[in-house]
C-alpha cells in the first residue's frame, strides 16, 4: 500500500500563511499578496529567483507544494511583459497557491522549474512553443505543439498569421459571398 | 555495411558475440492502439524499449486562441471539441471559470442537471478507455459490449441536449435546456439496467487470467512520481492516493452527495500498475450510477439557468477552475480583461500530463506493453493537444 499519511494529512496554510513564510525566506524577491479567493490568491517573484522559489515551496516541510498543477504564460503587450503564472498545489497539506513572474516581452528569459517537478518540463515547452519564452538550463526546450518550422508564437497578442504554409492556405474564401 | 552489394559487415563484442544495434520505430501518427493521432519515437533493442519519445500536437486546433476571439458564450462549443471523449466536464469548466469571475450563481436545479450530465459522461468515457484497452491488449468482444451501453448513454444524452458526441448543453449560469419529460426514468432505467453490466464486464474480461497478467506490474508508478508529474483522475487514484477533486476540493452540489473514492489496492501485482489504473475505471462507473441515481431523487424544482447578460462581460481578473473530469483533475486557468472576450484561456487537462511520464516509464519495457501503458493511462489526443 502507498504512503497516504504523505500526501493528505497535514496542516492547511492560508494565502496569508503562505505569503509571509515566503517572505521571511525570500524577503523583496516576493511581491505583495494579490488575490481575493482561493484560487487566485498569488504573490509575484522577481524571475532570476523563481527556481529558488519553487525548490523552497516544494521542500518546506509547512509549504509542501509538491504538485505543479498548471502552468501559464499570458502576455500583456501594454505592461511589456509576459507573464507567467505557476499554480501550486499541496497534496499534503491541500492548500493552493500561484506565483507569478513577469519576464520583459522583448527577451523572456525564465529560470527552469523543471529540475523542482517533472511536470514543469512540458509545460515550459508549451511556454516556450506558444508564447516564446525561453527557460533557461531546461533539457529540452523545443516546440511541442505547433510545426517545428513555425514562424511565431501564436499566443503572443500580436501575432499574425501567415498567410500560408507550406503552400497550404491558412484561409479561404466565404461561402456565404454572393 | 551497405545494402548496394548486399555484403555484410559483422559487428562483434571484444568478446566474440554478435553485436546489436538500437533499433529507432515510429509509432505513429496513424497507428490503431494510440487513440487518436499521436505519435511515439520508439527506441528499441529488439522487443525491449529504451525508450519511448511521445510526439504531439497533431490534433492541435489552438482551441486556447480560439478562446480570445469568440467571446465568452461564443466558446462554450468549442470546449466539447477539448475534449470530445467526456465533452461534459470540459463544458463545466468553462462554465464555472464565467460564473466565478463574473460572480454569478447557478440556480440549485441547473447544478443537478449538470452533475447528472456529467457523471453520464463519465460513464460514457470510462466505457470507451476499458472497451478500447481490452481491445488493444487483444480482447474485442468487450469492446463491443462497453460500445453497446456507450449508445444507450448517447441516446440519453441527445434526448438531453441533441447531440450525441459534442454536447454543448451548459451555459454559463445553468444549462441550456431542463430535463425532458420521461428522461428521469428512462435514466433510472438504464442505471438499473447497467450497474449489473459492470459486474458482467467484470466476469468477463478485468479478471480474466490472459488480461491480468498482460497488466499486473507493468509500468508500475509510485505515489511520488504520480505527483511529480501531475497525474490526474484514474491515473493517480491508480497509484493509491486516495484524492478526487469532487471529494477533496467540492464544487457544485457534489458535498451533498454520498459516493466513495475507488484507488488502486494492488489486487493482481504492484501499486500503481496498469491493472489498478484500470480496475479504479471499473469502479468509478458504479460510484458515478450512484451520484446520478441520488441526483435523481434529489433534484429540487425551478430554474436551470441564471440570467446571464448576452453580452456578458466579467470584471476583471484572474481565476484558477479546477473540476473532476473523465480524466481527472482539469484546471482551467482564465484571464477577463473585462471586455466581451476572454483575455486568456488555458486548459490543463489530464492527458496532457498523463502523457508525459511515458518517456520515463517506457525504459527497459516490452514494445507490446506500450499499448497497455497507453490504453492504462487513458490518453485521449484531442485532450493532450487543445
Known amino acids: 500500500m502507498a504512503r497516504p499519511e504523505r500526501f493528505g494529512r497535514g496542516s492547511r496554510l492560508n494565502a496569508n500563511e503562505i505569503h509571509a513564510r515566503l517572505r521571511a525566506r525570500f524577503g523583496d524577491a516576493i511581491g505583495d499578496l494579490a488575490g481575493a479567493r482561493r484560487d487566485n490568491f498569488c504573490a509575484t517573484v522577481a ?32 505592461r511589456g511583459v509576459i507573464e507567467i503564472v505557476y499554480n501550486l498545489y499541496s497534496y499534503r497539506h491541500r492548500h493552493l497557491f500561484a506565483l507569478k513572474v513577469g519576464a520583459p516581452r522583448d527577451n523572456p528569459v525564465v ?46 497578442k500580436d501575432f499574425v498569421e501567415p498567410e500560408e504554409y507550406h503552400g497550404i492556405s491558412t484561409s479561404r474564401e466565404s461561402l456565404l459571398k454572393a | 555495411m551497405g545494402l548496394a552489394g548486399f555484403e555484410v559487415e559483422v559487428q562483434r563484442h571484444e568478446n566474440g558475440g554478435l553485436a546489436t544495434e538500437d ?26 524499449m529504451k525508450e519511448a519519445i511521445p510526439d504531439i500536437g497533431y490534433l492541435h486546433r489552438s482551441i486556447e486562441k480560439i478562446a480570445e476571439k469568440v467571446g465568452w458564450h461564443g466558446f462554450m462549443p ?28 447557478v440556480p440549485k436545479r441547473g447544478e443537478y442537471c449538470r452533475v447528472i450530465a456529467t457523471e453520464f459522461s463519465r460513464i460514457h468515457s470510462h466505457l470507451l478507455s476499458v472497451g478500447s484497452m481490452a481491445m488493444d491488449i487483444g480482447a474485442y468482444t468487450p469492446f463491443t459490449h462497453a460500445i453497446r451501453e456507450r449508445e444507450y448513454i448517447n441516446d440519453l444524452l441527445e434526448e438531453l441536449c441533441g447531440s450525441r458526441l459534442t454536447f454543448h448543453y451548459m451555459r454559463i449560469g445553468g444549462v441550456g435546456w431542463d430535463l425532458p419529460p420521461g428522461w428521469r426514468d428512462k435514466s433510472l432505467a438504464f442505471i438499473k439496467r447497467f450497474e449489473p453490466l ?22 508500475v508508478i509510485t505515489p511520488e512520481d504520480a505527483v511529480d508529474f501531475n497525474l490526474v483522475g484514474p491515473n493517480l487514484r491508480g497509484s493509491g492516493i486516495k484524492y478526487d477533486v469532487r471529494k477533496d476540493e467540492p464544487y457544485s452540489v457534489y458535498p451533498e ?6 484507488v488502486g489496492r494492488g489486487e493482481m501485482g ?46 476583471a481578473g484572474d481565476c484558477y477552475i ?63 493537444d487543445r
Open chain 2, 322 to 384: 479546477r473540476l473532476e473530469s473523465a480524466r481527472g483533475d482539469m484546471g482551467w486557468y482564465v484571464v477577463s480583461d473585462g471586455t466581451s472576450f476572454p483575455y486568456r484561456c488555458k486548459i490543463r487537462t489530464g492527458s496532457f500530463s498523463a502523457i508525459s511520464i511515458i518517456q520515463k516509464l517506457s525504459r527497459n519495457l516490452m514494445i507490446a506493453d506500450l499499448i497497455a501503458v497507453i490504453a492504462s493511462l487513458d490518453l485521449v489526443a484531442p485532450e493532450i
Open chain 2, 23 to 48: 533499433m529507432t520505430l515510429s509509432m505513429g501518427p496513424q497507428h490503431p492502439s494510440t487513440h487518436g493521432v499521436l505519435r511515439f519515437v520508439v527506441r528499441a533493442d529488439g522487443e525491449v
Open chain 2, 257 to 262: 452527495l454520498d459516493f466513495d473514492v475507488p
Open chain 1, 47 to 78: 524571475p532570476a529567483s523563481i527556481a529558488d522559489v519553487c525548490r523552497f515551496a516544494k521542500d518546506d516541510p509547512e509549504l509542501a507544494f509538491d504538485c505543479l498543477s498548471n502552468l501559464s504564460g499570458v502576455d500583456y503587450p501594454k
Open chain 2, 198 to 219: 459492470v459486474d458482467e464486464f467484470n466476469d468477463l474480461i478485468s479478471y480474466n487470467k490472459i488480461y491480468t497478467e498482460r497488466l499486473a506490474n507493468v509500468a
Open chain 1, 111 to 156: 529560470p527552469t522549474v523543471s529540475c523542482v517537478w517533472a511536470h514543469a518540463d512540458w509545460q515550459e515547452r508549451e511556454a516556450f512553443d506558444l508564447l516564446g519564452v525561453t527557460f533557461t538550463d531546461h533539457p529540452d526546450l523545443r516546440r511541442i505543439l505547433m510545426p517545428e518550422d513555425w514562424p511565431g508564437h501564436p499566443l503572443r
Open chain 2, 270 to 315: 504492484a501499486v500503481g500498475d496498469c491493472f489498478d489504473r484500470y480496475i479504479v475505471r471499473m469502479r468509478e462507473m458504479k460510484e458515478s450510477c450512484r451520484i446520478i441515481r441520488q441526483c435523481l431523487a434529489q433534484i429540487p424544482s425551478g430554474p436551470v439557468i441564471a440570467k446571464v447578460a448576452r453580452n456578458f462581460k466579467p470584471p
Open chain 2, 78 to 105: 468549442y470546449t466539447d471539441r477539448v475534449d470530445y471523449v467526456a465533452a461534459m466536464p470540459c463544458n463545466q469548466g468553462w462554465a464555472m471559470a464565467g460564473e466565478r469571475l463574473g460572480n454569478i450563481e
